[in-house]
Antibody, heavy 119, light 108 residues
Framework: EVQLVQSGAEVKKPGESLKISCKGS????????IGWVRQMPGKGLEWMGIIYPGDSDTRYSPSFQGQITISADKSISTAYLQWTSLKASDTAMYYC????????????WGQGTLVTVSS | EIVMTQSPATLSLSPGERATLSCRAS???????LSWYQQKPGQAPRLLIYGASTRATGIPARFSGSGSGTDFTLTISSLQTEDFAVYYCQHDYNLPGTFGQGTKVEVK
């Protein structure tokens, strides 16, 4: 079974750094792009960026470029989303999802990681 | 960046009724790169339809997708209680793969 398992909920203060993870299993991790999607409280889905773990080729949405870093460690089949200085506006649920080769849909999705940034 | 616009924002229907959800792209999107997702409260989104009209594995036949170019439709032929949720379209034609703002299907 193809599965993505994300790290647990985080509570951070403004200005702190954070790295959340997304571990893939049940497929060849290096052969599929992994995307990250933000969902702010009560809002819709926002595409943040995507990484190809095979060679770490990474693309960002202009809306998130410079605000986040996406990386991957193929030796442990894990993708990461990180911030160097969190803001209260980063409070959201973050999902990772595998992009299917060829047709590009996102399937499956991880269970989500809730990030709360509050002083 | 391609902007995806969904309508209506909210659809109030009764179980057994037909639901028709629309998604419009600000520029032409190849039909191969339009997906629909369902999200229930407290859950991650789930893929329903990809390539504009192909049902994902395990998705019931009452869900169907159609359209091409800039106009796409998700139809639920007869709403079941478990179908009341929020539905998002997304294009995967180029980067960023933007989502629509969602349509909430609620019980009338």
């Amino acid at each position: 079974e193809v599965q993505l398992v994300q790290s647990g909920a985080e509570v951070k203060k403004p200005g702190e750094s954070l790295k959340i993870s997304c571990k893939g299993s049940g497929y060849t991790f290096t052969s599929y792009w992994i995307g990250w999607v933000r969902q702010m409280p009560g809002k819709g889905l926002e595409w943040m960026g995507i990484i190809y773990p095979g060679d770490s080729d990474t693309r960002y949405s202009p809306s998130f470029q410079g605000q986040i870093t996406i990386s991957a460690d193929k030796s442990i089949s894990t993708a990461y989303l990180q911030w160097t200085s969190l803001k209260a506006s980063d409070t959201a649920m973050y999902y990772c999802a595998r992009q299917v080769t060829g047709t590009n849909e996102l399937d499956p999705w991880g269970q989500g990681t809730l990030v709360t940034v509050s002083s | 960046e391609i902007v995806m616009t969904q309508s209506p924002a909210t659809l109030s229907l009764s179980p057994g009724e037909r639901a028709t959800l629309s998604c419009r792209a600000s520029q032409s999107v190849s039909g191969s790169y339009l997906s629909w997702y369902q999200q229930k409260p407290g859950q991650a989104p789930r893929l329903l339809i990809y390539g504009a009209s192909t049902r994902a594995t395990g998705i019931p036949a009452r869900f169907s997708g159609s359209g091409s170019g800039t106009d796409f439709t998700l139809t639920i032929s007869s709403l079941q209680t478990e179908d009341f949720a929020v539905y998002y379209c997304q294009h995967d034609y180029n980067l960023p793969g933007t989502f629509g703002q969602g349509t909430k299907v609620e019980v009338k």
